[in-house]
């Protein structure tokens, strides 16, 4: 079982450049999540979608794009990229939003010069 | 200012030992979730309690629930070393849409 799966897992960026950030999950989880995790911050929620056509703000959407492109696949889109977005990105995803457990994948490494 | 805060922020402890790992939250919620986190890697889950719920048990993992208190706490007994990790507590919030809120985590660290 893959799981939760993200790509790329590392990745350079100049200021102003842009990206997508891709995660995908054969688990047929309704609800899928996007966090940022800086040094001491914890794990802090940019968007989520609680169902398939759905997606909502988390605590810091701002310079943040999403796209619920089917059940399996959420994408996060960084238009211009700033130094400040330089973080370890984490998707996830759950059957039944908080009703149940999340599933993460491995992260994505993201620096911004 | 992030909904759940563990505390403390750091523990060392001796294999064998137990540890106790609290988390503070703020809002009313619908569970409260317990996370590892091994160094550079994604987030695995081990224990949910819900809103209704006192206490949990699962293997060496004991968790309570104090909705009073708006309080968790995490026991993990007779450690291990490869129970070295980021430990992080997640409230999950039906209000508002559903969203599941981690805190800041306690970094454990048992010496063999």
């Known amino acids: 079982n893959a799981g939760v799966t993200q790509t790329p897992k590392f990745q350079v960026l100049k200021t102003g450049q842009s990206m997508t950030l891709q995660c995908a999950q054969d688990?047929?989880?309704?609800?899928m999540y996007w966090y940022r995790q800086d040094p001491g911050m914890g794990l802090r929620l940019i968007y989520y979608?609680?169902?398939?056509?759905?997606?909502d703000k988390g605590e810091v959407p701002n310079g943040y794009n999403v796209s619920r492109l089917n059940k399996r696949e959420f994408s996060l889109r960084l238009e211009s990229a700033a130094p400040s977005q330089t973080s370890v990105y984490f998707c996830?995803?759950?059957?039944?939003?908080?009703?149940?457990?999340?599933?993460f994948g491995q992260g994505t490494r993201l620096t911004v010069v | 200012s992030q909904q759940g805060e563990e505390d403390p922020q750091a523990l060392s402890i001796q294999e064998g030992e137990n540890a106790t790992m609290n988390c503070s939250y703020k809002?009313?919620?619908?569970?409260l979730q317990w996370y590892r986190q091994n160094s550079g890697r994604g987030l695995v889950h081990l224990i949910l309690?819900?809103?209704?719920?006192r206490e949990k048990h699962s293997g060496r993992l004991r968790v309570t629930l104090d909705t009073s208190k708006k309080s968790s706490s995490l026991l993990i007994t007779a450690s291990r070393a490869a129970d070295t990790a980021s430990y992080f507590c997640?409230?999950?919030?039906?209000?508002?849409?559903?969203?599941?809120?981690f805190g800041a985590g306690t970094r454990l660290f048992v010496k063999a």
């Open positions: 997640a409230t999950g919030l039906n209000t508002g849409g559903f969203k599941t809120i």
């Open positions: 309690i819900r809103s209704n719920e």
């Open positions: 688990m047929n989880h309704n609800s």
């Open positions: 979608s609680a169902s398939e056509g759905t997606t």
């Open positions: 996830a995803s759950s059957a039944q939003g908080v009703e149940t457990e999340a599933f």
């Open positions: 809002t009313s919620i619908n569970n």
